[in-house]
Every structure is written in C-alpha cells, then in structure tokens.
C-alpha cells in the first residue's frame, strides 16, 4: 500500500459547530466504490490551526475518516474544491494533492471553518453509520510531503 505524507501550509480544522468562515456549501463525493468523501464548505476565515497527524482511513459507514492514533478515527471532511481523482479511488484537492485511502496526512485544528452545523446533519442523514459515536475532522488545505 502505497503512502504519502503531507503537511498543511495554512490548515484549518473545524468541530462541526462553528458556521463562521463558510461561504458556499459543501458536498458528498462517491468514489468508484461507493465510498464517500465529504467536502466542506468554502473557508474564509483566519483562524490559526494546531497540527494533528494521521492516516486516511475507510470507515465501517462507507466513508472516509482520518486515524490520528486515538479511539476511534474521525469523520475526514476536505476542503471545498475537491474532486474525485481520475483513478476513481480517491480525491484531488483544489492545490492538486492527490488523496487514497492509506496516505498518512498532517492536518490541523481550530476554531471557525468548513463545516457548519446545517450541513453536518444532512451528511448525518445521508450516511447515519459512518457518524455513530465519531468526531469530525475538516481539514481545509494540505501540501504534500515526500516520504
């Protein structure tokens, strides 16, 4: 399984419970086999990020989430912009960053962000299995890193 790190340059992760910052809505992404990855609503907020490393991970839900080593991996939501990849199997983000299941990532945490309550809830709707008892983690920028 192929790897990749990659390290924000202006990272912003957002507990879905803040909706300042978003200015246009989010979205689900399906990937070739039926998974789903959620893309956040537009950030246009400046609130510095704290870095938290992890691995991209499927979840039992049918959607992506990212492992930083904890309990249970978080809800992964990505940054507005991005797409399925030409593969099939994973995503590219607005900076061109190419995503699959298995890459490792350093993402961050702060206040504001992607992801507003409003839309959360439609995702919790939609994909009720892959919230149960899990975090949120919504990374809006990522720049890659060498192994």
Same mark, same amino acid.
């Given at each position: 399984?192929? *790897? *990749? /790190?990659?390290?924000? +340059? !202006? !990272? !912003?992760? +957002?507990?879905? !419970? +803040? $909706?300042?910052?978003?200015?246009?809505?989010?979205?689900?992404? $399906?990937?070739?086999?039926? &998974? @789903?990855?959620?893309?956040? @609503?537009?950030?246009?907020?400046?609130?510095? @990020?704290?870095?938290?490393?992890? &691995?991209?991970?499927?979840?039992?839900?049918?959607?992506?989430?990212?492992?930083?080593?904890?309990?249970?991996?978080?809800?992964?939501?990505?940054?507005?912009? /991005? /797409?399925? $990849?030409?593969?099939?199997?994973?995503?590219? &983000?607005?900076?061109?960053?190419?995503?699959?299941?298995?890459?490792?990532?350093?993402?961050? $945490?702060?206040?504001?962000?992607? @992801?507003?309550?409003?839309?959360?809830?439609?995702?919790?709707?939609?994909?009720?299995?892959?919230?149960?008892?899990?975090?949120? +983690?919504?990374?809006?920028?990522?720049?890659?890193?060498?192994?």
């Amino acid at each position: 399984m192929r *790897r *990749r /790190t990659a390290l924000p +340059a !202006v !990272v !912003v992760l +957002a507990c879905a !419970v +803040a $909706s300042s910052g978003c200015s246009s809505s989010g979205s689900r992404l $399906s990937l070739d086999d039926g &998974t @789903a990855v959620f893309v956040g @609503a537009k950030y246009s907020g400046d609130v510095p @990020a704290i870095g938290v490393p992890g &691995t991209i991970v499927q979840l039992d839900g049918g959607c992506w989430g990212l492992d930083d080593g904890g309990s249970d991996p978080d809800v992964l939501v990505l940054e507005h912009g /991005t /797409t399925v $990849s030409e593969d099939g199997g994973g995503v590219v &983000t607005p900076d061109g960053v190419e995503l699959h299941v298995g890459d490792d990532i350093y993402g961050g $945490s702060g206040g504001g962000g992607i @992801a507003d309550n409003g839309l959360v809830e439609q995702w919790r709707e939609e994909l009720p299995a892959c919230f149960s008892g899990r975090g949120l +983690a919504a990374v809006s920028y990522i720049d890659p890193l060498e192994p």
